[in-house]
């Protein structure tokens, strides 16, 4: 890695949503997008440590982080966007 920070991945828009309404699809890609702009803005995580998806208003984290503390910054910081029904943090410390 370069050590620059980058924005955390967010899955392909046509794999956002499971749902079949084309405006919830546009609503999971826009949460997902802004969920990674706000890790991203904290600048807490390397590049690809965090991945973003959501499906249905069900925001996922996934991924990497080197402590509890940026476990929980992942949280709080996804926790602050509009929209999401349930946050699911998945991010694991090691």
């Avoid at 991203?40 to 402590?67: D, N, Y």
């Amino acid at each position: 890695m370069d050590g620059k920070t980058r924005p955390p991945r967010t899955t392909d828009p046509s794999q956002v949503a499971e749902a079949t309404d084309p405006s919830q699809v546009a609503e999971d890609t826009r949460i997902a997008e802004e969920v990674a702009r706000t890790l991203a803005a904290s600048g807490r995580f390397a590049a690809g440590r965090v991945e973003v998806s959501t499906s249905e208003g069900i925001v996922k984290l996934r991924g990497w982080v080197g402590s509890h503390y940026q476990k929980q910054v992942a949280q709080v910081a996804a926790s602050t966007v509009t929209g999401p029904r349930r946050l699911v943090n998945g991010v694991e410390v090691g």
